[in-house]
């Protein structure tokens, strides 16, 4: 996810308008729960009226203009950019000044019916395994604590439900002596992470069943498919792609950054919206075409839970690693660029002036003094909705 785009730049189409026109007919198609409703709701209300909001008055020249609150939801194609940046800042302040990898842990595709129908558990599983996939090599092979935050996505760029996590991972690791112990070329061998990846998930999963977790009779065809189904995983061979170490933290902050608040889709890949078809980007100069209900049945299946955490943070990174990150910090401390000065925090005009050149606390006319004067929600009247969940 590249910068908020100024006014003037902002993208021709606008997810918002397709939730808005064809909602009904998704909801007529197709089931969505509470989630996903609530999802959509917000999009679709997302910096209009319905969410209140001032008007901007200067009282150099009498221009006025409307401005409309936003929804702030995660899944939000116009909410992201703001928190992106202050993530980021909020980061740097942690992250050690060392290499980083990054590796990517997916599920094989037969598991995707399973984490449609009981997503946390799933991608709790997950989350659990592939960091102790990576802390278990750092302890066997190095001998130390390694520092990993991952970020959970489940899609394609044609938007297919494609469940993995994207780990950035130090490039070695704190030891019991105290000291830091290197990692040159690579990390660990991509086949021993796949091995390791598939025996604890199939464990994890074996033991939520027992416990109940997993209601495979309601979903599969009988109580002895899920059984089926781990024995046949525990043949394949499971997916994990890890990439040469950056080998500078600012290229590991922007680089996850993209990866941290990046939603399915952004209003900027869309190509042509019309009542019969969406065209949106997808990689290599390539356009895909739906319908605009099959790009809404698409967008909602990768709504997360609510209040499930996507971005995490483990070993070196933990917040229960505070001594161990601090302690680390202190060893490379010689090593690195002095601190710079701590400046005071930025507030949100601030934030949006240095990402989009638009100040708005200004007069776009005259560059006069703007006034807001707050809209009476009551009387304020948003876009047609389909009924809020």
């Not at 202050?86 to 590796?103: M, Q």
């Amino acid at each position: 996810m590249g910068p908020c785009p100024a006014s003037a730049g902002r993208p021709r189409f606008d997810i918002a308008e397709i939730v808005r026109q064809h909602r009904a007919e998704l909801e007529a198609e197709h089931w969505l729960n509470g989630t996903e409703r609530r999802v959509l709701t917000a999009i679709a209300q997302c910096r209009t009226a319905a969410l209140g909001g001032h008007v901007e008055v200067c009282r150099s020249c009498g221009h006025e203009q409307p401005a409309y609150n936003s929804c702030r939801n995660r899944h939000c194609p116009k909410c992201q950019c703001l928190a992106q940046e202050r993530w980021i800042a909020a980061r740097s302040e942690r992250l050690l000044p060392v290499r980083h990898f990054h590796v990517v842990f997916t599920l094989p595709s037969e598991l995707r019916a399973l984490c449609r129908r009981w997503p946390r558990v799933l991608f709790e599983a997950l989350f659990h395994c592939a960091s102790e996939t990576l802390l278990d090599l750092g302890q066997s092979r190095l001998g130390a604590t390694l520092g990993v935050t991952m970020v959970l996505h489940t899609w394609t760029r044609d938007l297919r439900f494609h469940p993995h996590v994207h780990a950035i991972v130090t490039a070695g690791g704190l030891g019991q002596d105290g000291d830091w112990h290197h990692v040159k070329d690579y990390l660990f061998p991509v086949g021993v992470m796949g091995q390791l990846l598939r025996g604890k998930m199939l464990d994890r999963l074996r033991r939520i069943q027992r416990r109940g977790g997993l209601d495979a009779s309601g979903h599969l065809e009988d109580p002895q498919a899920l059984d089926r189904l781990l024995a046949k995983l525990a043949q394949t061979s499971w997916l994990v792609y890890a990439k040469r170490p950056f080998r500078r933290v600012e290229h590991v902050l922007g680089y996850l950054g993209r990866y941290t608040h990046r939603v399915a889709i952004s209003n900027g890949r869309l190509v042509s919206v019309t009542a019969d078809t969406v065209i949106f980007r997808t990689k290599e100069g390539k356009t895909h075409a739906v319908t605009p209900v099959e790009f809404l049945r698409r967008f909602v299946q990768h709504v997360l839970p609510d209040g499930f955490k996507k971005i995490r943070h483990y070993g070196l990174y933990a917040g229960s690693g505070e001594a161990k990150l601090e302690h680390a910090r202190s060893r490379w401390a010689a090593d690195a660029a002095p601190p710079a000065e701590r400046v005071p925090a930025r507030t949100w005009q601030e934030w949006l002036r240095e990402l989009t050149g638009r100040d708005v606390e200004r007069c776009p006319r005259c560059g006069g003094v703007l006034e807001r004067i707050p809209l009476d929600r009551r009387t304020a009247r948003g876009p047609p909705l389909a009924e809020a969940a």
